[in-house]
């Protein structure tokens, strides 16, 4: 008899502990997944909850994890110039799969995501128009990366200035100039303008330099002169070999121009301003005139008007 008053008691307190842990700790924990407020969005009520916000924080966290270890994942099978590519465009797909994320939470959370997004429709026209330049500048950089038509390390020429590419980034690419300043360029120019790659098909270009002579010169002497210049002066290639055009027949000079072939065109100021030195000393040493600029003026009077002073009727100017 005891032992069946003993075991009832058991059973009595159990079922307190029960009550108990259901009525109030549940239930605190209940109304406070519960707790929040709510707002008509046009015909439609909507709820944000507490338990709303923390399945979005969680769903956040947990896309972020899956999205790190996918990262990690296909970068250790890639190249280094190939990681940084995909690193790019990777950002821009993360920020796709977190709005789709939040809204496939809203959903399963019983809000009608088609009326937010509805009434959110002139915010997105306004971010639109705003963001409409930003939007060009992602495309771009897809693009960029994708075609391959721009590589770190490519020499570029863009609004008169040269420079270097050191980062190529999905919204700006960032070049190094000649002397020596970050240019931030916006990618969405490299497929709205035109750009001048120095080294897309390979590192080798072909420069020149232009040098006019008086009229009267050995031009044959001048050709093996500046021949001789260019196979002296260092960073020129020796092939292909260096070559002169006789240009054109000047108003004070005969023109030619030394063409030549470097390996880096990103130093070819340097190269250039060293031959140059270097033609104007073989010049003089072979007295080859590189001439002024001349003009000749001729005077003509009419014969009933009475010349200036000191200049003589026909005299030549």
């Not at 919204?171 to 120019?189: E, G, Q, S």
């Not at 072909?206 to 050995?218: Q, T």
């Not at 500046?226 to 002066?233: I, P, R, T």
């Not at 072939?261 to 080859?288: A, C, G, Q, T, W």
Request: aromatic content about 10%; overall charge negative.
């Amino acid at each position: 008899m005891v032992e069946i008053l003993m075991l009832q008691e058991d059973q009595s307190a159990k079922e307190k502990v029960t009550e108990v842990i259901e009525q109030d700790i549940w239930g605190t924990i209940v109304d406070f997944w519960n707790l929040g407020w709510s707002y008509k969005l046009g015909d439609e009520p909507v709820t944000i909850t507490v338990g709303l916000i923390i399945l979005v924080v969680l769903s956040f966290v947990i896309t972020s994890i899956v999205l790190r270890m996918l990262r990690s994942f296909i970068t250790s099978k890639l190249l280094e110039e190939d990681k940084l590519k995909f690193i790019s465009i990777f950002k821009f797909v993360k920020y796709i799969v977190y709005v789709v994320v939040v809204l496939i939470t809203l959903s399963s959370f019983g809000i009608n995501v088609t009326v937010v997004l509805a009434a959110s429709a002139a915010l997105f026209v306004g971010l639109g128009l705003a963001l409409q330049e930003l939007f060009q500048d992602v495309i771009g950089g897809i693009f960029i990366i994708l075609d391959k038509s721009l590589m770190v390390g490519d020499v570029i020429e863009m609004d008169d200035r040269v420079a270097r590419v050191f980062e190529i980034k999905l919204r700006t690419t960032r070049a190094l100039t000649r002397d020596d300043k970050v240019m931030i360029i916006p990618n969405h120019k490299f497929i709205s303008e035109t750009v001048y790659n120095y080294t897309q098909n390979h590192k080798t270009t072909r420069e020149a330099v232009k040098v006019g002579v008086a009229y009267g010169s050995d031009v044959e002497q001048v050709r093996e002169v500046l021949l001789d210049c260019a196979s002296e002066q260092k960073g020129i290639l020796k092939k292909p070999e260096p070559f002169v055009l006789f240009e054109d027949f000047g108003d004070s000079a005969l023109m030619f121009g030394l063409h030549f072939y470097i390996s880096d065109s990103f130093v070819d100021p340097k190269v250039k301003s060293e031959l140059r030195f270097r033609i104007n000393n073989m010049f003089k040493l072979n007295n080859i005139t590189i001439p002024f600029p001349q003009r000749d003026v001729h005077m003509f009077y009419p014969q009933n008007m009475p010349p200036k002073e000191g200049i003589k009727p026909g005299e030549n100017d």
